[in-house]
């Protein structure tokens, strides 16, 4: 009986940042930087990413194949090329990095599945496994596992909306109060 460990990404986040800052000569592992911006892709943070990418000498990604597949991934992300993302992340990570890139394909798909919810009432089946990068009879499949319909003859998918959350509305006068408690609190 195999016991399944779960990863907490913001920790290990934080960690790999202070790796990055206590780095012996200011340069830490190829395996920390590839950590880390699979860490940031997962957080869709693509802006630390990038400049995480930036900060990583030349000499570690010409001398580390995979941080070139990692950024891919971002690169992907970043031009929204759904099929990209998913072919970039379809290959066989390594083990430092393979729990970490299976994670950043469960968020990708999470986050194509919400996307589509909040975007479309109806959306062609072709599209929609596009989005998600799945086989057509697979995100069918997904799709329903979901509650959501999908209709064989027009070849559609009908997503359930998502229920948003909803700042709770408050009364003018207790509004003007709030404002003016944020002004008088940035005067002081």
């Known amino acids: 009986m195999e016991m399944e460990t779960t990863v907490d990404f913001q920790a290990l986040t934080t960690d790999l940042e202070t790796q ?26 693509l802006c630390n990413a990038k400049f995480l990418w930036k900060r990583i000498p030349a000499a570690i990604k010409t001398t580390s194949p995979e941080l070139s597949h990692i950024w891919l991934v971002g690169q992907k992300t970043w031009q929204r090329d759904f099929p990209g993302i998913y072919e970039a992340l379809q290959r066989e ?62 070849r559609l998918v009908q997503p359930v909306k998502t229920v948003a959350e909803i700042d709770p509305v408050l009364p003018n006068e207790q509004q003007l109060s709030v404002l003016t408690d944020y002004v008088s609190f940035l005067e002081s």
């Open 20 to 45: 990055e800052l206590e780095a012996a000569n200011g340069i830490p592992s190829a395996e920390v930087y590839g950590k880390l911006l699979g860490c940031y892709f997962l957080q869709n943070d």
């Open 93 to 154: 990570w390594t083990e430092p990095y393979r729990e970490i890139m299976a994670a950043v394909l469960d968020a990708t798909r999470r986050r194509a599945f919400h996307l589509v919810s909040k975007a479309y009432s109806w959306i062609n089946v072709e599209d929609f496994s596009t989005y998600v990068g799945l086989p057509v009879n697979e995100a069918v499949k997904a799709a329903q596992d979901k509650g959501w319909t999908a209709d064989p003859h027009t």
